[in-house]
């Protein structure tokens, strides 16, 4: 078994426990994807290379592309393919696959959120993303960032260690949940205070404030996230620059955003 195996098997035991649907809102879909827009996807192929549950895929079938299709090794295609049954788009395939070694014709764009981090190689995910761009398609990725995440990589990560060993069940209710309730009150407590100069120079103050907007529920669904997996990669500003710098894509074409004071929302177009 794989590195990437072990991680994805992981993460369908989460996937594959939750309840029906997207655990993301139209909102935070619709800017995890900045500056990306429903006009660029309407039409076109689409092609998400780690789909999970098929939570972003159901936001996404709402942009009406052409043909979507999503990729990922975990058995939570199963449960994808359910939600994407409940969305009323027709004309999707989900392929239970290593997407390091996809191979497709090419899509209009191809999209990865929150997946290249958590390969043992971060940079055979971002080729395949341009490998299954066709030429003058769009690519757009999202990953954590080493910069801005510094209590994360020295305290909650040698935790995941530990706990991504352990049963699923054990992680999610007895570690995630306990652990996440300080932070979930004090997120909401920065969330409440953002208007005062002080609350601004706090830990983690644009991500509190981005993910305070939601209850409990879904902190721990984080927290979960960030336990459960074997592997993960903080990955810089500078290896996403040597990315960009391929040369399939067009230099003008790329755009760097940092999200959140904690991870980067990165693209650009294929030649």
């Known amino acids: ?17 939750l309840p029906a649907g997207s655990v993301y809102t139209q909102e935070q879909f619709q800017e995890w994807f900045a500056p990306i827009k429903q006009e660029d996807v309407k039409g076109k192929s689409v092609l998400e290379l780690g789909c999970g549950n098929g939570s972003l895929l159901v936001h996404m079938a709402g942009w009406k592309p052409s043909q979507l299709v999503g990729v990922d090794l975990g058995s939570s295609v199963a449960s994808a393919r359910k939600n994407m049954e409940t969305c009323g788009f027709n004309d999707y395939g989900l392929v239970q696959a290593d997407l390091t070694k996809f191979a497709s014709e ?28 066709k030429p003058g398609g769009r690519f757009h990725c999202w990953v954590y960032a080493r910069e801005g995440n510094a209590i994360v ?14 049963p699923w069940w054990f992680t999610k209710y007895f570690i995630a949940t306990p652990l996440v309730f300080p932070y979930y009150i004090y997120a909401k407590l920065i969330r409440l205070l953002r208007n005062f100069s002080f609350a ?30 074997p592997q993960t990669t903080y990955i810089d ?22 999200r959140n004071g904690n991870s980067w929302k990165f693209g650009g177009q294929i030649a």
């Open 153 to 166: 990589i020295n305290l909650v990560d040698p935790l995941r260690k530990i706990a991504s060993r352990l």
């Open 1 to 17: 078994m794989t590195d990437d195996t072990k991680t994805a098997q992981a993460f369908a035991d989460s996937w594959n426990n």
């Open 106 to 133: 090419g899509f209009d764009m191809t999209y990865s959120i929150g997946v290249l981090h958590h390969l043992k190689e971060p940079d055979k995910g971002f080729r395949a993303v341009l490998a299954n761009t």
């Open 237 to 258: 500003k500078r290896t996403v620059q040597s990315w960009l710098a391929d040369p399939k894509v067009i230099r003008d074409s790329t755009y760097l955003i940092f």
């Open 200 to 229: 601004k120079h706090a830990p983690l103050y644009e991500y509190s404030i981005w993910i305070a907007q939601r209850g409990f529920l879904f902190f721990r669904h984080v927290a979960f996230d960030q336990l459960v997996t």
